[in-house]
């Protein structure tokens, strides 16, 4: 209140995502006193670009918020949400925005003052709070000024410690040194394939050179570094990505595939694993549960949710009606939330159903489709390469469903410019089942369908004859 009656913004670091919403809303309520009509039309184009672009109910709590000129920002918010959010503070017309500390490392949205609410963190794995490090601390504090606006920047911390420790353990404190992430095994591997992949062989020891002017190299001892190295060469050359002749490496077909793709090995591992199973003769039967039930179990997956136990009834029910389209023996134990998430989102289930029932928020799902088309791309790229052409169309399928959310029989009319998910369900139930009912209809028959108007039916009609003509 003392920052935006300064004519100024708040930033207001939080731990969690739930408290930032809790925050944001609590700073809306004591904001009102300062609302006026100016800043009621300033704010209200923000909130109606949000409101008619996602009708999730977390963008409802944050356009109830934003009607008072807070807002809240986090990984849980759509894309458009957060690009709207953040627009809107840019503009000056937000005055108090919470965030979650992912956004001091990403978006550059600066503050005349930075509140850090808390300086704990809850660590899941573990199941204890701890301390967040110097970097967290000058990441959020490093958001306070505003060039071009500000003489100066404030950062204020909220603790229990006292004066003399926040000083000594933040203020005053050096950044903790930058660690190398070829230490984890997994991106070792990773990039030790890309290495051998680039070139048609390399030598061990070539290897070894070109890794050891490397940071990992620099914090680490050989003695730590070569039984990582052996171990990762020797897992490649298992699994079939490398091929090891005396001293030289060179990569596999597959290795080369796997690397031109970008995904860990592992994920290949897996990928191939199934595959592999598959009988290419054989015509199967629907297996759309048992590929994204391979795909959510890839290390590269992300953000998988664990199931929770009011979720157990729901993967049960799950798989006793699917268990002829897993592709191995699984129980409820062995599916995740994630699981339950996408097959819902394919089944045309709202983003209100997933957030009430599956507490998946918009931000989440988002994610969980990008990785899930990159990881589908990637096993009809592998199914293509192992030559099971039988389960290509499948994939490709399902490709087509995660990405636009829909069941398969919606699919020719999403690929129709402006035509999501909603508008091709109206256009289905209204009789157009396929490209030939569009081009064959009237202008007046198709805009009468819900969603869609004059120039949207004009337009679809145009690129369904096109289409038709083409094929």
Known sequence: ??????????????????????????????????????????????????????????????????????????????????????????????????????????????????????????????????????????????????????????????SNSSVEDIFDEYINAESEPIRSTLNDERMLRRHILASIAMSKSIKESELYELFSRTLLARQYSSKYIVPKFRSSIEYLAVEG?????????????????????????????????????????????????GLLHVITECPDFYPRLQLRSKDMDEAIMLIDEHADEFLDDVDEYSISRSLLALYAWIEEYSDKHLYENLGVEPGDMYRMIEVSDWLLYSMYSIAELLGKRSILKDIDILRKRVKYGVKEELIPLVMLEGIGRARARALFNAGFTDLKSIADASIDRLENVKGIGHRLAERIKDEATRIISRS
């Open 241 to 289: 990505m490398i091929n090891v002749t005396g001293y030289e490496l060179s990569a596999t077909k597959f290795g080369r595939r796997v690397a031109m793709l970008y995904i860990d090995p592992e994920s290949a591992v897996i990928i191939k694993s199934v595959l592999t199973r598959i009988n290419s003769g054989k015509r199967h039967g629907k297996l759309t549960l």
């Open 1 to 158: 209140m003392d920052t935006v009656k300064d004519n100024a913004q708040a930033l207001i670091f939080t731990e969690s995502r739930k408290r930032a919403v809790t925050l944001a809303l609590s700073a809306s309520e004591a904001l009102k006193e300062m609302l006026t009509p100016a800043k009621v039309d300033a704010v209200s184009k923000y909130i109606n670009a949000l409101l008619e672009h996602d009708d999730s109910e977390l963008a409802k709590s944050l356009a109830k918020a934003m009607g008072n000129l807070a807002a809240f920002h986090h990984a849980g918010l759509s894309p458009y949400a957060r690009s709207i959010v953040e627009d809107a503070f840019r503009d000056g017309v937000i005055k108090v925005l919470t965030a979650t500390p992912t956004l001091a490392a990403g978006v550059n949205l600066p503050a005349r003052r930075v509140i850090i609410a808390s300086i704990s963190r809850y660590d899941h794995e573990q199941g204890m709070s701890s301390r967040i490090s110097v970097n967290e601390y000058k990441q959020m504090c490093g958001r306070a000024g505003r060039p071009r606006y500000d003489d100066y920047g404030e950062a204020i911390i909220v």
